[in-house]
Each structure stands twice: as C-alpha cells, then as structure tokens.
C-alpha cells in the first residue's frame, strides 16, 4: 500500500510569490489533513476534508492559503502571496475513519517551505 | 494558547536507559492521546495511543502513562538504543459534534540514545 505522498518536497520561494503544495493521500482515505510545523514549534492542525468537502478549516491562519481537494482525491494548498512567517514544514496526513483509534493518521513526509 | 505542553524539549539517554517524555494537557474534553515518532526527513508515524479509561498501555519496549486527575501522560522507553534516536510528538484530540476531530500536538522532544 503506498503512502501518503507530498510534492514537492522542498521549495524555496521569495517573498510574495505562489507556491502550491500538493498531496496524494493513501487510496481510499476520505479524511484528508493539512497541518504545519514552524521551525521548531508545535505542529498545528489547518484543515480537514472530508472526501471533497472542507469539514473544518478553523486552523488555516489566513485568506492568502487556500486548500482544495478535487474529486475527493488529491489535494493543493496555495499560498498566495507568500510571506516570511510561512516558513516551515507542510504535513499532509489522511485516514480511513474520522475517529482515530480505530483509524490512525498516516502522515507523508512533508514539504519544507522557505519564503525568503 | 499552548492546549498540549511538552517536556523535555531535548533528552539524551546512554543505550540501555529509560527515555522519559512528559505532556500536560489542559482541556478535560479531549478522549485521545497518541504519540507519534519522527524520524529525520519523514513524517510523524503513530507510535501508541491510550484513551483516557485505561491508566496504562504498553506495547513492547513503549509505555504510556496516563494521570486523568493530574491532566498529565506521558511516554516511556524501555531498553533504550540508538534506533530510537528521533523527535516524539505527544497528541491530543477531543471528538466534535458532527463526528471530526483534529489533533492538537506538542511541540516534540528531540531524543538521542548513545551507545
């Protein structure tokens, strides 16, 4: 079974310009995360979906990120423009069931984003 | 407002020792606590996980603790080797009307075991 898979996996942008990071969760897995870590910080939730509807995107910090997941499937997040605070590490993770006990995340490996 | 505090925020262990990993949390309602394991370059991996009914659950070298009253669990590793060099995240999540949830995570203890 493959993974949860995040493209690009390094990205180094200035201060302004777009980025758009893509995930591809495990096939089969309707709920879909987004989370980030800020340089050695917590990681914090941004959003979730279900299949291909935004079930809570209270932890998305901002108008400048925007999240879709097309069909239900794949998944972007656009940050438009960049600013330096956006700097830091972007997991995406999914899961089967919405309760995780009975239905862990599973997380890809990550994209770093540099804004300088 | 942290909801999940982490210590220590580094911890260095000789090969053999127990690695002790603590996390407080304050909101009663979360009814999920898991750990996750990260290794450099990868993403965080579930570890183990306990719910707040039991006081205890080990699996194989891993333990977590859990302290409802004092709002406090935490990890322990047994036999600690250099394999389990790595950041470990502490997780808490509460289950919202509607059936989703969201982990709330610590800000992670980075590990080193020497041998």
């Known amino acids: 079974e493959a993974g949860v898979t995040q493209f690009p996996s390094h990205s180094v942008i200035e201060k302004g310009q777009t980025v758009t990071l893509r995930c591809d969760p495990i096939s089969g897995h309707d709920n879909l995360y987004w989370y980030r870590r800020v340089m050695g910080k917590e990681i914090k939730f941004l959003l979730h979906f279900v299949k291909e509807s935004k079930q809570d995107e209270s932890g998305m910090p901002n108008n400048r990120f925007l999240a879709e997941r097309t069909g239900g499937t794949y998944s972007t997040l656009k940050v438009q423009p960049a600013e330096l605070e956006d700097s830091g590490v972007y997991f995406c993770a999914s899961s089967q069931e919405i309760q995780p006990y009975n239905s862990p995340l599973h997380f890809g490996n990550g994209t770093r984003l540099t804004v300088t | 407002q942290q909801q999940v505090k982490q210590s220590p925020q580094s911890l260095i262990v000789q090969k053999g020792g127990i690695s002790i990993i603590n996390c407080a949390y304050e909101?009663?309602?979360?009814?999920?606590f898991p750990w996750y394991q990260q290794f450099p370059g990868k993403g965080p991996a579930l570890l183990i996980a306990i719910r707040p009914d039991v006081s205890e659950k080990k699996e194989g070298r891993f333990t977590i603790s859990f302290n409802k009253s004092a709002k406090q669990f935490s990890l322990h590793i047994m036999d600690s080797q250099p394999g389990d060099s790595a950041t470990y995240f502490c997780a808490a999540s509460k289950t919202f009307s509607g059936g989703y949830n969201k982990l709330i995570f610590g800000a992670g203890t980075r590990l080193a075991v020497h041998p």
């Open positions: 909101n009663t309602a979360f009814d999920y």
